[in-house]
């Protein structure tokens, strides 16, 4: 756990270096800044229960972060490992191309790991996020999970709610465009090919492709590089999940054949961190939920946490929907706790 944990530290500080050092030279951001990332381990303790407070299931935490000439949000999303969509959900008044330099932003870079078994690789839709929980010992009760922000399928194109499996893994790999695709690209651009070689920058494989078999669902769907790295965060696919090219290229490495996954559907996540109850809220992106405050109530119902839970808190950041966890813990908790002490 320690070395984790100096490891996670010094990959923060070597961000926080990198970005002083460029804003400080005047420089644009540039693809070596991103390929300084490295995929970070963090640590969770799923809940035993019902309303078990002894969970830990919010990870990471936030970054301060001054906004400098020649930045976008979406190089600081980049840089940060975070998707556009997470960016301007944070800070929806600020505009992503031309952010006001001086400005002192949150990184909103903490999240609450998706109600699953923590089995394999999860993709939650509506945050656009990926979660991998490596194999672990089974005595441990403490356990591990990798995330990295992705693109997915447009809303005519939607990335669909499946098990699947990882069934191959290719690099470089060729596009055999489907016949659906190619209509849509003679009919928009008058482009007919076939097929995209690998390694072509129009290859929007990118570099690595790890293939998916689904589960009741039809259609090839994989996890892949991307050649227009803006492109996560946003609905912009046809169904399949994009990572940035930095993450799929350690990631690649990382995910094994034969790892089973799941995706899912969940604007609303309820999570615990050191006796506080937290609630992250994404929009409906594919329009799904027709009640929020019903959906809530029945997320807080089904983790056992509603007794922990201060309504006016909820019913704000379900109405204001940042994706950022917000701590909706019940004033009369933190009392009753200070009574046991």
Same mark, same amino acid.
């Given at each position: #756990?320690?070395?984790? @944990?100096?490891?996670?530290?010094?990959?923060?500080?070597?961000?926080?270096?990198?970005?002083?050092?460029?804003?400080?030279?005047?420089?644009?951001?540039?693809?070596?800044?991103?390929?300084?990332?490295?995929?970070?381990? &963090?640590?969770?303790?799923?809940?035993?229960?019902? $309303?078990? #407070?002894?969970?830990?299931?919010? =990870?990471?935490?936030?970054?301060?972060?001054?906004?400098?000439?020649?930045?976008?949000?979406?190089?600081?999303?980049?840089?940060?490992?975070?998707?556009?969509?997470?960016?301007? @959900?944070?800070?929806?008044?600020?505009?992503?191309?031309?952010?006001?330099?001086?400005?002192?932003?949150? #990184?909103?870079?903490?999240?609450?790991?998706?109600?699953?078994?923590?089995? +394999?690789?999860?993709?939650?839709?509506? *945050? #656009?996020?990926?979660?991998?929980? /490596? /194999?672990?010992?089974?005595?441990? &009760?403490?356990?591990?999970?990798?995330?990295? /922000?992705?693109?997915?399928?447009?809303?005519?194109? /939607?990335?669909?709610?499946? %098990?699947?499996?990882? &069934? $191959?893994?290719?690099?470089?790999?060729?596009?055999?465009?489907?016949?659906?695709?190619?209509?849509?690209?003679?009919?928009?651009? +008058?482009?007919?090919?076939?097929?995209?070689?690998?390694?072509?920058?129009?290859?929007?494989?990118?570099?690595?492709?790890?293939?998916?078999?689904?589960?009741?669902?039809?259609?090839?769907?994989?996890?892949?590089?991307?050649?227009?790295?803006?492109?996560?965060?946003?609905?912009?696919? %046809? $169904?399949?999940?994009?990572?940035?090219?930095?993450?799929?290229?350690?990631?690649?490495?990382?995910?094994?054949?034969?790892?089973?996954?799941?995706?899912?559907?969940?604007?609303?996540?309820?999570?615990?961190?050191?006796?506080?109850?937290?609630?992250?809220? %994404?929009?409906?992106?594919?329009?799904?939920?027709?009640?929020?405050?019903? *959906?809530?109530?029945?997320?807080?119902?089904? +983790?056992?946490?509603?007794?922990?839970?201060?309504?006016?808190?909820?019913?704000?950041? =379900?109405?204001?929907?940042? +994706? =950022?966890?917000?701590?909706?813990?019940?004033?009369? %908790?933190?009392?009753?706790? $200070?009574?046991?002490?």
């Amino acid at each position: #756990m320690k070395s984790r @944990g100096v490891r996670a530290i010094g990959i923060v500080f070597l961000i926080a270096f990198s970005c002083l050092f460029r804003s400080a030279a005047g420089l644009a951001w540039n693809e070596k800044d991103f390929f300084q990332k490295r995929i970070v381990t &963090r640590s969770f303790v799923p809940a035993l229960r019902s $309303g078990d #407070m002894t969970a830990q299931t919010l =990870v990471g935490s936030p970054h301060l972060y001054t906004i400098q000439k020649k930045d976008t949000l979406l190089d600081v999303a980049r840089y940060y490992d975070l998707g556009y969509n997470e960016l301007t @959900g944070a800070y929806p008044n600020i505009n992503p191309w031309l952010p006001k330099v001086g400005a002192l932003i949150s #990184m909103p870079t903490s999240w609450i790991v998706p109600n699953s078994r923590h089995e +394999g690789v999860i993709v939650n839709i509506p *945050e #656009m996020r990926l979660y991998y929980f /490596p /194999p672990h010992n089974k005595k441990n &009760r403490e356990r591990t999970v990798i995330t990295l /922000p992705v693109g997915l399928g447009r809303e005519e194109w /939607p990335t669909p709610q499946t %098990h699947f499996r990882v &069934r $191959g893994k290719t690099r470089n790999p060729v596009w055999v465009i489907p016949e659906s695709i190619k209509k849509e690209r003679i009919a928009e651009n +008058g482009w007919a090919e076939d097929r995209i070689p690998g390694g072509s920058p129009d290859n929007p494989l990118g570099k690595y492709r790890i293939e998916l078999s689904l589960t009741k669902t039809k259609g090839s769907y994989s996890i892949h590089d991307t050649n227009t790295p803006w492109a996560v965060g946003r609905l912009v696919t %046809h $169904g399949c999940i994009r990572l940035y090219p930095e993450d799929i290229e350690q990631f690649f490495d990382i995910v094994r054949i034969g790892v089973t996954g799941e995706v899912v559907y969940q604007p609303i996540k309820i999570g615990v961190r050191h006796n506080r109850v937290y609630a992250e809220v %994404h929009k409906d992106i594919y329009q799904l939920v027709p009640n929020y405050g019903e *959906e809530a109530r029945k997320v807080l119902k089904k +983790g056992g946490w509603t007794k922990f839970v201060d309504q006016n808190r909820l019913a704000r950041a =379900v109405r204001e929907k940042t +994706g =950022v966890p917000i701590d909706i813990t019940k004033s009369s %908790h933190f009392l009753s706790l $200070g009574k046991e002490q």
